[in-house]
């Protein structure tokens, strides 16, 4: 496997002061890896916002523990990756498919723009957790 260059973990109550702590995460991993060009920083960047955004705006206890939001990012020498969680959240509701164009539906929408920012995104849901994986295949100057 390809060796990890940088990485960042947060994990936390999923509130808005939650988002701002994964922004500056990033905000420092890029110092750690000047390489990753600026159009692949922006766009992982934002895609990673926009799935704890959704996380913290959409997620629901799926019992008594509040739901808590982790977010693991790694860089490695060609690839972006981030395991967006929502810990003790129920299954999320609807279907886990992006809104078509045109489609007037607020749901989806966020994993259409997500999916157009990455490479693939992948859903997995274990013992009370939802984690979404993002990856970005990224090109070196």
């Keep these: 496997m390809t060796e990890v260059l940088a990485s960042r973990s947060f994990r936390g109550l999923a ?3 939650a988002i701002e702590s ?3 995460d990033l905000d420092s991993l890029w110092l750690d890896v000047p390489f990753v060009q600026d159009m692949d920083q922006m766009t992982f960047t934002t895609a990673v916002i926009e799935s704890a955004s959704n996380i913290v705006q959409h997620a629901e206890p799926a019992g008594q523990e509040p739901v808590e939001l982790g977010v693991d990012i790694e860089v490695r020498p060609t690839l972006l990756q981030a395991r967006v969680s929502a810990y003790h959240a129920k299954p999320p509701f609807g279907p886990m498919e992006p809104a078509r164009p045109g489609e007037e539906a607020e749901s989806g929408r966020g994993l259409a723009l997500i999916q157009a920012l990455v490479t693939t ?3 997995e849901r274990q013992d009370g957790t939802n984690t979404w994986v993002l990856s970005r295949t990224s ?3």
Aim: charged fraction near 15%.
């Design 15 to 17: 509130a808005g002061d």
């Design 22 to 24: 994964v922004h500056n």
């Design 121 to 123: 995104v992948t859903f």
């Design 139 to 141: 090109q070196q100057d």
